[in-house]
């Protein structure tokens, strides 16, 4: 298990992290998992084990269930608190009335109070904005985040599922006020879904920003279960509940290819998606879900997995963005400057 820094912190995780959405299944996370207590607890026993030190929850998970299973596997386990790292979100809606969601101070202040008392502990090491809330101004969001960072509630302070130019906008403002900035990304990465190329990838690279990926098996799309000719075939949740949105066509290209490297390897579908999301530069950790321990240690071998350079040439031909403008433009007027970038520094003078 490797470990990576989170953006610029000087927080080391995890290459993988233990994503908790199967614990729990209230509501409408019955479609995800519907883990107990001992279940779940062995999921953790079988992550920390494998020597992942980062765990991500979210309020709205089970309604609150998965944050309080969280935190009451570490306790039966006996994990020390300074050895693991915890993450969790909050924005969506924690009840019915018209502020029990969103990113205002109001339910910031709320929800991070609560999240502490489900997981039973005194800090969040990673508390993340889990959406995008048109409602509220990015400074008021900030403020809030800021003051709960003060106060040693929470460590670290990140975002999710936000456009680049958003993302800009909140950095901007925390360093023009003078506020703890978004250190991480957690968004929806995987070799059938490179979206995330066209503008946050770089984005994130520019300005020392941590990607945190979900879903990266496109919701067991990649699992190596699915064909192009029984879409519903094996029992991975994408049979009930299709999401994220993916092209198929695209999709199955890529299966074939990962098929073919994985066969000459030894190893499953699920590994190759895996192992191609840590040969990826931007990415900090992967988030890896599982309803039984033999499905999350297939995912953890997947960190053993060496892809050779042909291995990501043939991936990355089969599964490549469109070209798209303006990316096509900056990749034309820009080569020449990048060429002289990379070229070798002339020998001093004599």
Known sequence: MRYNKLGRTGLYVSELCLGTMTFGGQGMWTAIGQLDQSASD???KTALDAGINFIDTANVYSEGMSEQITGQ??????????????ATKAMGPMGKGPNDRGTSRYHIMNQVEASLKRLGLDHIDLYQIHGWDAATPIEETLRALDNIVQRGLVRY???????????????G????????RFESLQAYYTIAGRDLEREIVPMLQSEGVGLMVWSPLAG???????????EKSGDGRRAAFDFPPVNRDRAYD?????????DANG????????AWLLHQPAVSSVIVGAKRVEQLADNIAATKVELSPEDLAKLDAVSKLPSEYPGWMLERQGTYRSQQLAAPAPPPRT
Request: charged share 20%; proline share 0%.
């Open 73 to 86: 596997a570490l306790r039966n386990l006996g994990i020390a608190r300074d050895q693991v790292v915890i």
């Open 267 to 274: 190893v499953s579908v699920a590994q190759v998606a895996l």
């Open 254 to 262: 890529a299966i074939d290819v990962m098929k073919a490297i994985g």
């Open 42 to 44: 062995a999921l953790v």
């Open 157 to 171: 302070i990140g975002v999710s599922n936000w456009a680049a130019w958003t993302i800009m906008k909140a950095l």
């Open 173 to 180: 403002t925390s360093e023009r006020l003078n506020l703890a």
């Open 220 to 230: 067991g799309l990649l699992s190596g279960k699915y064909s192009r000719d029984d």
